[in-house]
């Protein structure tokens, strides 16, 4: 059973480009969790996703960012016009069913550096 | 505002000892605590969890405690391990959401 799978590993993007993160939930996961890791801090929530819907995104930028979790195919978070302070490493969960308790288990993480 | 907190960001423990890793949190509405430990270029991986209903659980050398009245928890590693060198991220979630809020972290480093 694959893991977490997150593409690609290292994007380097210049300033005013678009950055486009996939991530490919655990096999049987319906829940997609996405957080940001700025140097030297913690792991910071961004958004949640069920299949087709958002869940709650109370922790996504108001402007640039993006996320969708289609019915077929990786969830995408999608980052336009990107600046320097975007650069960090973006880590995606899943977790299988909401309302038990259970744990979200994490990808590898995309670093994303913007020159 | 910070609704988890780890307010130490590093610890040295020498091999064999206990570890200990705090946690403390704000949000009376979390039920379920979860522990993470990351790797350098890894993804944090899961590592034990407690719901409230309980106030320890343990799993091998992991024992988390869990004391609702302080809204505090902690990990216990014991004997700690050169391997167990790594950041450990505390978590929480309210089953209700299920949004995960992660603390800051904190650098193990276990001394040979």
């Known amino acids: 059973n694959a893991g977490v799978m997150q593409n690609p590993r290292h994007l380097v993007r210049r300033r005013g480009q678009e950055a486009r993160l996939r991530c490919s939930p655990m096999k049987g996961h319906s829940h997609v969790y996405w957080y940001r890791q700025l140097p030297e801090e913690g792991l910071k929530f961004m958004v949640y996703?069920?299949?087709?819907?958002?869940?709650?995104e109370s922790g996504m930028p108001k402007e640039r960012f993006s996320a969708e979790f289609p019915k077929e195919g990786p969830s995408i978070l999608r980052i336009q016009q990107v600046v320097r302070g975007d650069s960090a490493a973006y880590f995606c969960?899943?977790?299988?069913?909401?309302?038990?308790?259970?744990?979200?288990?994490f990808g590898q993480g995309t670093r994303l550096t913007v020159v | 505002d910070q609704q988890v907190k780890q307010n130490s960001p590093s610890l040295s423990v020498q091999e064999g000892r206990i570890s200990i890793l705090n946690c403390d949190y704000t949000n009376s509405m979390f039920d379920y605590f979860l522990w993470y430990k990351k790797y350098p270029a890894e993804g944090p991986t899961f590592l034990i969890s407690?719901?409230?209903?309980?106030d320890k659980n343990e799993d091998g050398r992991f024992t988390v405690f869990l004391n609702k009245s302080a809204k505090h928890l902690s990990l216990h590693i014991v004997p700690s391990q050169p391997g167990d060198s790594a950041v450990y991220f505390c978590a929480a979630a309210d089953t209700g959401t299920y949004k995960y809020i992660f603390g800051t972290g904190t650098r193990l480093k276990v001394l040979a």
């Open positions: 969960a899943s977790s299988p069913i909401q309302g038990l308790n259970t744990e979200a288990f």
């Open positions: 996703l069920q299949k087709e819907n958002i869940i709650d």
């Open positions: 407690i719901s409230s209903i309980k």
